[in-house]
């Protein structure tokens, strides 16, 4: 009779791929229809709506969305939008979380936990008030105001992310690069920036996808100068119209998705690394 622990080792055996299998399937799916959906003719859709599989491929929808609807703007502010945000973002984010981390001062446990208090409101609560200001400052419709926005709603959480993970550099090698005559600057710069990649991987991503798909404070600001429009609101109006064929819009979709996805493939084991990172040292 085999014994219970080998019993538990089949089943694990059986099951782990097959769970596995499960999970990507209903992971990939909605992704995967959207993209069937993008490369249809739109009679074909209405003709045979339940198919899975065109019958042929068509790339007119991307040459729609690309050109007649503007997304090529759209894609571009949105570029400038996210790529600002994020080196702001580090720029600010690596000293204040460094001195979190090593420099010892009066209410630094509180100051800790204060960058993550902003969380505590809901992004509409401080629409209103970011409104009335950009509108006095003259930045609505700018996409400078946009960045602005952004960089003020990453920068707490990547100052708590980078802390977990500078808090597991070895002192010894800060203490090593000072004796070598570095300053405190200069032994950021050579020893600990080159040693956390993966957080500021981790880190830089988190800020480049809340740029890329936020919506509400994207429409708040640049509604009325289309021109400054980003891919969300793009999308936003291809959803709204009802003379939009589903294709196009699941186009317009899958040209917002896919930087996301292609930026998340080429950098998993940074990012993954860089999410980890820090867990034991919280």
């Known amino acids: 009779m085999p014994s219970r622990d080998r019993v538990e080792r089949g089943a694990l055996r059986v099951l782990r791929p097959l769970v596995i299998a499960v999970l990507f399937l209903v992971t990939a799916f909605p992704f995967v229809y959207m993209v ?14 339940g198919s899975l599989w065109p019958s042929a491929f068509t790339l007119d929808t991307y040459v729609d969305v690309l050109t007649r609807q503007g997304f090529l703007t759209f894609l571009r502010n949105s570029l400038v ?4 945000s994020v080196a702001a973002t580090l720029l600010i984010s690596i000293p204040g979380a460094y001195a979190v981390a090593r420099l010892r001062f009066f209410g630094r446990r509180q100051v800790h936990f204060l960058f993550l208090a902003v969380y505590l409101f809901p992004a509409i609560v401080l629409a209103i008030p970011l409104f009335v200001l950009f509108t006095m400052l003259g930045l609505r419709g700018s996409l400078v105001g946009l960045i602005l926005v952004y960089i003020a709603q990453t920068v707490p959480v990547t100052v708590y992310m980078l802390r977990n993970y500078f808090e597991t550099v070895p002192q010894s ?3 090593a690069a ?6 405190r600057l200069s032994t950021i710069w050579r020893v600990v920036l080159p040693l956390s990649k ?13 740029a890329w798909n936020e919506f509400l404070f994207a429409l708040l600001f640049l509604v009325e100068r289309r021109e400054s429009w980003t891919v969300s609101l793009g999308l936003s109006q291809l959803a709204g119209s009802i003379e939009i064929p589903t294709t196009v819009l699941m186009a317009g979709s899958v040209v917002l998705t ?14 993954t690394e860089g999410l980890t990172a820090g867990a ?3």
């Open 280 to 282: 034991e040292k919280g």
């Open 198 to 210: 993966p957080a500021l991987m981790a880190t830089g991503l988190y800020a480049f996808m809340i």
């Open 81 to 84: 939008v996210s790529a600002a």
């Open 258 to 271: 896919l930087p996301i996805v292609i930026i998340f493939f080429a950098s998993e084991r940074l990012l």
């Open 178 to 183: 000072a004796i070598d005559g570095c300053t």
């Open 173 to 175: 090698v800060e203490e």
């Open 36 to 49: 069937m959906l993008s490369v249809r003719d739109i009679q074909e859709l209405i003709l045979d709506p």
